[in-house]
């Protein structure tokens, strides 16, 4: 069965400063890896996906993640944060053939001006 | 706006009742998912359903129960409420049963249950 883990339910950066997001997934086999987005009183928003092209994905307000086998890794990263940016992430994680979608547990990114 | 539509908003009712949560989807979405957020087991997958039908099931408890009408809307029936019900339940909708990455999210009901 798949699952992912995020490391750390609360993250605060200043504005400005680089924004970072752990997820760490388990599959048996290939999976596909998403981050969504979710703004308060809001439901959840697409913010990329990873479905075995490139590595490097980059999706929408600036952010970007990198898929690493070698890692299991999927980390969520922006150079520089915006007060915008301030919701909750959640990385989630599909393998071919299960057309479940499984979810961490989410990270709450706080940005200080 | 998601195009995805949940009431009620907010719902307040006590232990042992039962409530009914309510979803129509995206006009043209045939499949519909719900989801269960709480704090300390995050998000949950419930139940899908494509075009009426049951499509997958997630740790869905035997106390709730989800239909999908002929119209698309879907109704998730919770009963026997308990204290550990109490979580932000969200509808998606997206146009076929295997694209999870093209869900549209409502914005959720709050569930109290004192």
């Known amino acids: 069965a798949q699952s992912v883990t995020q490391l750390g339910s609360h993250v605060s950066v200043s504005e400005g400063a680089l924004v970072l997001l752990r997820c760490n997934y388990s599959s048996s086999v290939p999976p596909y890896l998403f981050w969504y987005v979710q703004y308060p009183n809001q439901g959840l928003q697409l913010l990329l996906k990873?479905?075995?092209?490139?590595?490097l994905v980059k999706g929408i307000n600036g952010f970007e993640a990198e898929f690493k086998k070698s890692e299991t890794s999927f980390h969520l990263t922006k150079p520089s944060a915006h007060m915008s940016d301030a919701a909750e992430y959640f990385c989630a994680v599909r393998i071919f053939g299960n057309e479940k979608l499984t979810f961490g547990t989410g990270t709450r990114l706080t940005i200080i001006p | 706006d998601s195009g995805v539509t949940q009431t009620p908003k907010h719902l307040i009712t006590a232990t042992g009742q039962r409530v009914t949560l309510r979803c129509s989807p995206r006009?043209?979405?045939?499949?519909v998912y719900w989801y269960q957020q709480s704090l300390d087991q995050g998000l949950q997958f419930l139940i899908q359903y494509y075009n009426g039908e049951e499509r997958a099931k997630g740790n869905i408890l035997e106390r709730f129960s989800a239909q999908q009408f002929p119209d698309l809307h879907s109704e998730l029936n919770l009963s026997s409420l308990e204290l550990g019900d109490s979580a932000l339940y969200f509808c998606a909708s997206s146009v076929a049963f295997n694209l999870e990455e093209k869900l549209f999210f409502g914005s959720g009901t709050q569930l109290s249950v004192l």
């Open positions: 990873y479905t075995s092209a490139a590595t």
């Open positions: 006009s043209g979405d045939l499949s």
